[in-house]
């Protein structure tokens, strides 16, 4: 199975992701560190372009594993999936490889992404991540229209969090 998280920068999804694959068997394959070792220092522009270029290498490595082990579970972090193209893209290649792909939608207040993007500012790989970027996307995203749980991180607590979504995962 393949799980896309979706949200706006500092919305919680990595953590969460993190703290899935902490009490389980899951594969991360993060679009975060896939560019920044594809793209290193100054050759990384953030570019929709690069992003697609991850995302398809992330499923080329999420069909790799699929191949050794039809159960394995692989979450797909680090992009926010803001937008109808490219969720669409995403179930369409998700789609050739024999998978299940399920969404989950991690939201949370304004205050609490901007409180988390501060903090992380000086480790994330993601040196365009700021609060202005969180507000860009937020303004410009369009709905998501797939089947998903939605998640808002700062309303539940990790434990309730991480369990809400393997539940949703195992189909419960």
Do not use: W
């Not at 690069?50 to 082990?69: E, M, P, R």
């Not at 939605?150 to 991480?162: A, G, N, P, Q, Y």
């Amino acid at each position: 199975m393949i799980v896309a998280m979706v949200g706006f920068p500092g919305t919680g999804k990595s953590y969460l992701a993190k703290a899935l694959a902490e009490r389980h068997s899951i594969i991360i394959l993060d679009k975060d560190i896939v560019r920044s070792a594809l793209f290193p220092g100054e050759l990384t522009d953030f570019s929709a372009a690069q992003d697609d270029l991850c995302i398809d290498i992330i499923l080329q490595v999420a069909k790799y594993h699929l191949d050794k082990d039809r159960q394995a579970t692989i979450i797909i972090d680090g992009r926010p999936f803001s937008h109808q193209a490219q969720v669409d893209a995403l179930c369409q290649k998700v789609g050739k490889l024999g998978t299940p792909l399920k969404f989950i939608e991690c939201s949370c207040s304004d205050e609490t992404a901007r409180e988390r993007i501060v903090a992380g500012r000086s480790s994330h790989l993601a040196k365009n991540r700021d609060f202005d970027l969180y507000l860009k996307h937020k303004r410009e995203a369009d709905p998501l229209l797939v089947e998903h749980l939605s998640i808002e991180t700062d309303k539940l607590s990790l434990e309730e969090s991480v369990t809400k979504a393997l539940a949703y995962l195992d189909g419960h």
